[in-house]
């Protein structure tokens, strides 16, 4: 089944500690991109990838990291999480370099909560 | 940061009516217009793409138009059913970043 993957779905942390939320995707998609959902604001575009090796910042970067080592692959990074970044986080691929005339598919969230 | 706006917030209408959303953006650095629906606890999920002035898709009871010379699509549902219900959510993408509206909100009361 043609998928994106993210994991953990839940998870509560305290400031500081610093975390990895994985995202893989199975369809050999070159794009691929983490929002933030908050409420009111829609989603806001953290980082995205057109392909392996090749990252780029979107709207709301500061305080995330990203990486692309493997195609099918995508963790977000947070190296001291605050609680301004507790929300809900969604990662999702498209089939091409850039993706933009192609629709995203979307992992099925994480809710992180930053104490 | 462009803006993407989508209006109305929320609406509510009754089974076999037939409603309509729009989204606006700004045309400039445009390339596609993309809707998705979101249903509460699922993940988005993509309706349509467009990218050419004057396009027009359909899936089922649901269609979307696109304006890129004055920066708005709609959105169409006819005969709203209560599966319908769920947020509408359009994105504007340019070169490789898109920028989401905060959604239509679509409650179809049986």
């Known amino acids: 089944e043609a998928q994106v993957t993210q994991n953990p779905r839940y998870l509560i942390t305290v400031t500081g500690k610093k975390l990895t939320v994985t995202c893989s995707q199975n369809?050999?998609?070159?794009?691929m991109s983490w929002y933030r959902q908050d409420p009111g604001l829609g989603l806001r575009q953290i980082y995205y990838s057109m392909n392996v090796e090749v990252t780029d910042k979107g709207d709301v970067p500061e305080g995330y990291k990203v990486s692309r080592k493997e195609k099918r692959n995508f963790p977000l990074i947070l190296e001291s999480p605050s609680p301004n970044q507790t929300s809900l986080y969604f990662c999702?691929?498209?089939?091409w370099g850039g993706g933009r005339n192609q629709p995203q598919h979307f992992g099925d969230g994480t809710r992180l909560s930053i104490l | 940061i462009l803006n993407v706006e989508q209006s109305p917030q929320s609406l509510h209408v009754q089974e076999g009516d037939s409603t309509n959303f729009t989204c606006s953006f700004p045309s400039s650095n445009f390339y596609a217009l993309h809707w998705y629906r979101w249903e509460t606890a699922k993940s988005p999920e993509a309706l349509f793409v467009m990218t050419l002035n004057g396009d027009e898709k359909k899936k089922g009871r649901i269609s979307a138009t696109l304006n890129t010379k004055e920066g708005y699509s709609y959105l169409y549902i006819k005969g709203s059913q209560p599966e319908d219900s769920a947020t509408y959510l359009c994105a504007s993408s340019g070169t490789y970043k898109y920028i989401f509206g905060t959604g239509t909100r679509l409650k179809v009361l049986a």
């Open positions: 369809m050999n998609h070159e794009y």
């Open positions: 999702a691929s498209s089939p």
